[in-house]
């Protein structure tokens, strides 16, 4: 069995991150797998490139920049990721696809494939998985529709958009969408129930199977490690209460809740907690924001963590990780802080619900509830023995359900099935 990963990038983002550990996991489960990407950052020589020289290079960033010339149209849209998928590479002819028993299509935007590469896929006559890192397979172009459920009858007068049209781009968009996955033999993936509903629920997917597997992680890399051994390395305190947030852009999406994270520790400041001189902030996916000074404790920023090994020194240096993104397909930054034993606190919505288990390894407060964010803070420090069994909990959650072995099964499972 050959699996081929089709992803844009091999590890730069969320979505190239987790595609790149399907493919690592397979392999090390002795399946034939592999990645073809259109932009390659690592050295790994099971991950082949569309873009190998300096020329396929420059047309990979006009696709791109001619891709985002059509939302410049709405002059008063929101500060949002959206992509039309206009122009894109033809890779149904290569190689890696050609000899491959299955193609496992990933986050294929930022100029790889455009929708009418997606169906000439239906050349190679072989079974297509997409799997899901954000919503915006079944979207009119958004990547997370923020609370908007238009992608379930047909968009058009795109609230994203500010557009008052009913025939609006979003609506081309999906239409076309719909027209090129019934003629693909398809079968979705999602990371999370939540993201799973939204698919099934979805004007393009309705009618075809939907299946959730989670993303996977290291087990072996992301460990726990010694705290005191941890600050060490990372010259941080031994006798602070370190709050870990982080996130690709973690200050600047406003995705990823950093301002009601700011809010919760301004009601945390506020009540007069015996933790309060404690308390620090550690900050990773960033090295500034313009409104430090409004933070009531110390922060510091660590800037962006290229390598697995010390984001794992960050898990495990901090007393919590709190991540309170308003939407997440997954959510890898939890996954990862649990599996090195570090427990974490994230509203109770989209895909954090499925990785933390209430009070048992972490905390969900209400949906963006900056009052609860900081109640589940203090209920998480308050009690050292409370926090020492949280952290076994969420590493022990990791290793039954998110492991590679336990994943690659998972897969291997769904591809026997769709080759019979």
Known sequence: MKIVHVNTSDINGGAARAAFRFNEALNKSQVNSQMLVQKKSGD????????????????????????????????????????TAK???DIFKHESLEKADIINLHWINGGFLSLNNIRKLQKLDK????????????????????????????????PLLNSNRNRDLTRKILKKKRKIYKELDLTIITC????????????????????VIPNTLDTNVFKPIGKKIARNILNLPQDKKLVLFGAINATSNPRKGFNCLKKSLIKFSDNGSKLNKKIELLVFGASSSDDIEKLPFKTRFIGRLYDNYTL?????????????????????????????GTPCIAFNHSGPKDIIDHKKNGYLANYKSADDLAKG??????????????????????????SFDVISKQYLKLYRELLK
């Open 127 to 158: 079974p297509i998985v997409w799997t899901l890192h954000d919503m915006w397979p079944f979207t009119g172009g958004c990547h997370y529709s923020n609370g908007c459920n238009k992608y379930e009858k047909r968009c058009g007068k795109c």
């Open 312 to 340: 794992a020194l960050c898990y495990s240096a901090a007393d919590i990780f709190v991540g309170p993104s308003l939407e997440e397909a997954f959510g890898q930054t939890y996954s990862e802080a649990m599996s090195c």
């Open 87 to 89: 122009l894109g590479v």
């Open 377 to 402: 803070i203090i209920w998480c420090l308050n009690d050292k023995k409370r926090l020492n069994n949280l952290g076994n909990n969420a590493r022990r959650k990791v290793l039954n359900n998110y």
């Open 44 to 83: 790994h020589f099971n991950v082949k490139t569309v873009t190998d020289n300096k020329i396929k290079r420059v047309l990979a960033k006009f696709r791109s920049a001619f891709n985002s010339l059509f939302i410049k149209l709405y002059k008063k849209k929101k500060s949002i990721v959206f992509s």
């Open 192 to 211: 999370s129930e939540w993201l799973g509903e939204c698919a099934k629920n979805s004007y393009v997917f309705k009618d075809l199977r939907v299946k």
